[in-house]
């Protein structure tokens, strides 16, 4: 997975025996920053000019970027081509939720192109997601004719084995040991890959929102199926062994709670509740942005004291957090970031004493900034992975 900006996009070489990886450091380069200069490139790469201008032409030749004039009113001189992913290349994104299906058509530079979601009246089957994903998929086929599909990326929310996609576990759905990513694939003839959906939240806001330019930091995020989190340390992610790791929503915070399906009791996962705030305003189904305004629409003294009592719970979690990882954000997605939007001085004021003084002085808390498209942004990285790795295959 790749986050981040220059940091991790390694430095070009113009001998002719690493052309590939040339072509694969300009394509993350042009991916990630949504569209820089040559004269960039050349200082961001240390490759020469004419190697750039060479690179380049390759990738526009193969229709995976396009140089564009730059704005010139505020420059001296003749500014430098800027380089911009191609508007034809595009991926597919998929996640599967308790009360939705969500399919979208994301363009290179995390340009959500549509997106289309379904609603489900009960928690669906593995079979089911994958046949509502692929009707969905049908729907774009107007779009998808005037694209070019170079994978499918599938936001898992549970335990996903990151070497062939199958999901281990994704409890508040009951799937288990699910080859999605394989049931995907032979679905649509596309090549499939699929991750925990929080991890995925994670490397858009960092690659693309709120947590860019940061190298350590820890993304939170709710949904309907519960909370997931996801790391990065050091300006890389951490996945663990075998993919598992960010469950931050398992962190005991309430030792009279209720039991977690995990087995224990009090988690974050049990206290800290969508749906419940989904009954306060009177919903029984919305994505978070029409939460987020209900939410705000109607702070009533009932909703002020369960947003209260939500945040009290995720501040021991994050305090937690805070206390093992020394994170300089935390990125709070989907109804956390709602919680936060009705409150943030209530969740700011505790987290301003309750971890250890040296860990908290420098942590900030922020709201993901990608919104409802954060998770098709997110599973589209993967879409892109292996065009980003290797540009000259396609």
Do not use: K
């Amino acid at each position: 997975m790749t986050t981040g900006d220059a940091p991790n996009a390694g430095r070009g070489n113009s001998s002719d025996h690493v052309r590939r990886h040339n072509l694969s450091v300009i394509l993350g380069l042009v991916h990630r920053t949504r569209g820089v200069s040559r004269s960039q490139l050349t200082r961001q790469t240390g490759l020469n000019r004419s190697t750039i201008a060479t690179l380049v032409a390759e990738l526009v030749e193969r229709e995976l970027v396009l140089e564009i004039e730059p704005d010139a009113s505020n420059q001296v001189g003749r500014p430098s081509p800027v380089v911009v992913p191609s508007r034809l290349v595009a991926g597919i994104a998929i996640n599967p939720e308790l009360d939705a299906i969500v399919v979208g058509l994301v363009g290179l530079g995390g340009n959500v192109i549509r997106r289309i979601r379904t609603a489900t009246d009960h928690s669906p089957s593995v079979q089911e997601a994958v046949v509502i994903a692929a009707a969905a998929i049908e729907q774009l086929r107007p779009d998808l004719a005037e694209h070019r599909l170079v994978g499918v990326g599938i936001a898992v929310p549970g335990l996903v084995r990151a070497e062939d996609g199958v999901i281990r576990l994704a409890p508040h759905l009951g799937w288990v040991d699910e080859p999605i990513a394989a049931m995907v694939e032979t679905a649509t003839s596309v090549p499939t890959r699929a991750a925990n959906d929080a991890q995925l939240g994670t490397m858009a806001e960092s690659i693309f929102g709120a947590g860019r330019g940061v190298t350590d930091l820890i993304y939170v995020n709710g949904g309907a199926s519960g909370i997931g989190g996801g790391i990065i340390a050091g300006g890389e992610p951490i996945g663990g062994g075998a993919g598992y790791a960010g469950e931050l929503g398992h962190t005991l915070v309430n030792s009279d709670g209720l039991p977690c399906h995990c087995g224990a009791t009090g988690c974050l996962d049990t206290e800290v509740r969508r749906e419940r705030l989904l009954a306060l305003v009177g919903l029984s189904d919305a994505d978070d942005d029409a939460l987020e305004a209900a939410l705000l629409a109607a702070p009533s003294p009932v909703v002020i004291a369960e947003v209260h009592r939500q945040l009290d719970y995720l501040a021991v979690a994050l305090r937690t957090a805070i206390n093992i990882l020394n994170p300089e954000l935390i990125v709070l997605g989907g109804f956390l970031a709602s919680l936060y939007a009705v409150a943030p001085d209530y969740l700011d004021r505790l987290l301003a004493t309750q971890p250890l003084a040296a860990s908290r002085e420098s942590v900030r808390v922020v709201r993901a900034q990608l919104g409802s498209n954060l998770l098709m942004i997110g599973a589209a990285e993967l879409a892109f992975e292996g065009l980003l790795a290797d540009p000259a295959s396609w």
